[in-house]
């Protein structure tokens, strides 16, 4: 167990659809980090957030947003579904140091 | 921009040894990782290259040179239970934070 929470676990959604996914980081750690994994693919970078402000932006459509609230908790909101976004989508939380900490991820399915 | 080229797939046998390399492009480098993960689970930390030379951790060690932008992760006596796929990363220049960017990751199946 990484202590990096993520809800829900499982997400079944019809395109055109909008869905958050929430994650909770290892209490202490101020980064949290969005990746998604689509199969046979690696992890794709999406937001890295810190302490409530965006820091990096990797490849994250204008459809995706996030944020991270005063508790430390971040959102992912993912808007105007496509069949193409069905995939695994982890957070990670990281202290200061180079070890990402990750959540059991969300899996999304868009029918 | 930043590249990392893993191979797709490697088996070995238990009991061996198996190396998975990883040769990477970066603008401006701050470290290569490697991460683990099973089907259906989470990536976990492995290792961590900040300069060059071996690191080793039990079973595993990992290795990195800078001039040649290549690293590799050893794996000795193989257990069935390291069967998994096998990510390396290094931090990339975003916005001028350094997230972490993984490679496709090299699946290993180790065999009886």
């Known amino acids: 167990d990484s202590g990096v929470t993520q809800t829900p676990k499982h997400l079944i959604t019809a395109t055109g659809q909008r869905v958050t996914l929430r994650c909770s980081p290892r209490s202490g750690d101020l980064s949290v980090y969005w990746y998604q994994q689509s199969l046979d693919q690696g992890l794709q970078f999406l937001i890295h957030y810190y302490n409530g402000e965006e820091r990096a932006k990797g490849n994250i459509l204008e459809r995706f947003s996030a944020q991270q609230f005063p508790d430390l908790h971040s959102e992912l909101n993912l808007s105007s579904l496509e069949l193409g976004d069905s995939a695994l989508y982890f957070c990670?939380?990281?202290?200061?140091?180079?070890?990402?900490?990750f959540g059991p991820g969300t899996r999304l399915t868009v029918l | 921009g930043q590249s990392l080229e893993q191979p797709s797939e490697v088996t070995a046998v238990e009991g061996a040894i198996v190396q998975i390399n990883c040769t990477y492009q970066?603008?401006?480098?701050?470290?290569l990782s490697w991460y683990q993960q099973h089907d259906g689970g989470a990536p976990t930390f492995l290792s961590y290259?900040?300069?060059?030379g071996l690191e080793e951790t039990g079973r595993f060690s990992s290795f990195l040179s800078r001039s040649d932008s290549y690293g590799y992760l050893l794996l000795q006596e193989l257990q069935m239970k390291d069967s998994a796929s096998y990510f390396c990363a290094v931090r990339a220049l975003y916005s001028g934070n350094t997230p972490l960017v993984f490679g496709k990751g090299t699946r290993l199946s180790v065999i009886a």
């Open positions: 290259n900040g300069l060059d």
């Open positions: 990670a939380s990281s202290p200061a140091t180079d070890t990402q900490y």
């Open positions: 970066t603008s401006g480098f701050y470290g």
